[in-house]
């Protein structure tokens, strides 16, 4: 069964930091094309960043420079590191895969930027 599971949100002050990290199950996640999503409650979902099984990293331009993505293939891990944060950052982050032409996510992490 896949599974994906985030972890590491929480309440931080503007131009804080915090790492999120997404773990899976089920599934070798260095195969295949990771994502990090960003939802706010009403609003359109948003691709933040991805990694894919080369290695080769995509950042929504609103990110770039600030958010790092990258892999621990022996954790089977992949991580966001987030640097720099604003409160237009705060929202609830998740990982996806597509794996057999179907969309696995986990549940999300709420990331609360905040003085």
């Known amino acids: 069964q896949v599974q994906l599971v985030e972890s590491g949100g929480g309440l931080v002050q503007p131009g804080g930091s915090l790492r999120l990290s997404c773990v899976g199950s089920g599934i070798t996640l260095s195969d295949r094309t990771v994502d990090w999503y960003r939802q706010a409650p009403g609003k359109r979902r948003q691709l933040v960043a991805n990694?894919?099984?080369?290695?080769?990293?995509t950042y929504a331009d609103s990110v770039k420079d600030r958010f790092t993505i990258s892999r621990d293939n022996a954790k089977n891990t992949v991580f966001l590191q987030m640097d720099n944060l604003k409160p237009e950052d705060e929202d609830n982050y998740l990982c996806?895969?597509?794996?057999?032409?179907?969309?696995?996510w986990g549940q999300g992490t709420q990331v609360t930027v905040s003085s």
């Open positions: 990694i894919r099984s080369g290695g080769r990293t």
């Open positions: 996806h895969i597509i794996y057999n032409w179907r969309d696995y």
